[in-house]
């Protein structure tokens, strides 16, 4: 719902949300694809210390259909989240969370490193981020370079953190680059940044059935007896040239 004290931008990302929520329940072959993705997320989560998960940045909240556990939030108060969160000052103590996900959140995140940072003072020792960002293979270039709204921003530079600490965190407007994930995790810009994390490790994912379904807004481009064929070609691909064909990639950080 329109809340008047965000951004005019902030704002207009909501009310996609909402757009969102409703193209969503028109679209079995994009639930189908999003549950695959989610159930990576939770094997990503196995074996980490007993405790709370957090999702920032839940937008519509559908990681609860997979991890029902999960405690979804956003920048937005909508009735279908948990709670109302800052990803930039998490009302959390220092170690209390478990896991954290980010859902196609990192590519907003105006200022990752200072993000990670705080990510990183809430997070349990052993306890774990789960990052799953668009990819900037063959596929991923694009596909979503041609037909998604927001820029790729592979040209453009990340800032790291804010020029003072004194930066207002929580009235931040819009901000989106596809690439950035890519960049940072692929690419490895700003490697020596992450000295803090135990370890970091990307797994790579065509996607061709998420990319047939047309996303949110656009047309599904996949029959029904054509989906087990995406399939069988996307694990092909995966087994074989999965970080060249990627659109999708998994980062996984441990404290």
């Not at 994009?30 to 196995?46: G, H, M, P, T, V």
């Not at 009235?171 to 992450?194: S, T």
């Amino acid at each position: 719902m329109p809340n008047s004290s965000l951004p005019l931008d902030a704002e207009q990302h909501n009310r996609e949300i909402h757009e969102n929520r409703r193209h969503w329940e028109k679209k079995p072959l994009l639930r189908e694809e999003y549950s695959r993705f989610y159930q990576e997320i939770a094997k990503a989560l196995e074996g980490i210390p007993e405790g709370d998960v957090l999702e920032c940045g839940s937008g519509i909240g559908n990681l609860k259909s997979v991890l029902p556990n999960a405690i979804t939030s956003d920048l937005f108060p909508n009735p279908w989240l948990d709670r109302q969160e800052n990803i930039y000052a998490l009302n959390y103590a220092d170690q209390s969370l478990s896991g954290i996900v980010l859902f196609d959140v990192f590519h907003h995140l105006q200022y990752p490193g200072w993000a990670l940072r705080e990510l990183h003072r809430v997070l349990k020792p052993g306890g774990r981020i789960v990052i799953f960002e668009p990819a900037m293979g063959l596929l991923g270039r694009v596909a979503l370079g041609l037909f998604h709204h927001e820029p790729l921003g592979l040209g453009k530079p990340i800032t790291w953190e804010p020029e003072t600490k004194t930066t207002n965190l929580t009235n931040l407007g819009y901000y989106a680059a596809q690439g950035n994930a890519w960049r940072v995790f692929r690419e490895r810009f700003f490697l020596e940044k992450l000295y803090s994390w135990k370890s970091f490790k990307v797994s790579y994912h065509p996607a061709l059935a998420w990319l047939a379904a047309g996303g949110f807004r656009g047309p599904n481009l996949c029959p029904s007896f054509l989906v087990p064929i995406m399939r069988c070609l996307d694990t092909l691909l995966a087994k074989t040239a999965a970080r060249g064909f990627s659109s999708r990639m998994l980062i996984i950080l441990k404290k």
